[in-house]
């Protein structure tokens, strides 16, 4: 069975940082992917970044981020970071991270596993 925590959500000032962590349990050497989505009050669960676990080649942002936020993954270890700086309060949501099994599902955005999510509230 397959589990992803997320931890580091807290609240932050405008203009300041956090780092989120994902730890995964279950996941087999042949998972293709992790990937960050947020959620904010009253919308839509949107993608903030994603990063495949065996090639440095696959790493995307959502434009509203870049240059802002850093995806890093520890393949030993099984868990993934969002290092998030600069801060701004249209950052605030609950953040998920999300596993994938397969480039086809990955291609089709159908994330296999997701996390219970971390707040992070950002303070003009």
């Known amino acids: 069975q397959v589990q992803l925590v997320e931890s580091g959500g807290g609240l932050v000032q405008a203009g300041g940082s956090l780092t989120l962590s994902c730890a995964t349990a279950?996941?087999?050497?042949?998972?293709?992917?992790m990937g960050w989505f947020r959620q904010a009050p009253g919308k839509e669960r949107e993608f903030v970044a994603d990063i495949a676990w065996n090639t440095d080649n696959m790493l995307h942002y959502a434009d509203s981020v870049r240059g802002r936020f850093t995806i890093t993954r520890d393949n030993a270890k099984k868990t993934v970071s969002l290092r998030m700086i600069d801060l701004k309060p249209e950052d605030t949501a609950v953040y998920f991270c999300a596993a994938v099994d397969t480039y086809s599902d990955y291609r089709a955005g159908e994330w296999d596993y997701w996390g219970q999510g971390t707040q992070v509230n950002v303070s003009s």
């Open positions: 279950g996941l087999t050497s042949f998972s293709y992917a």
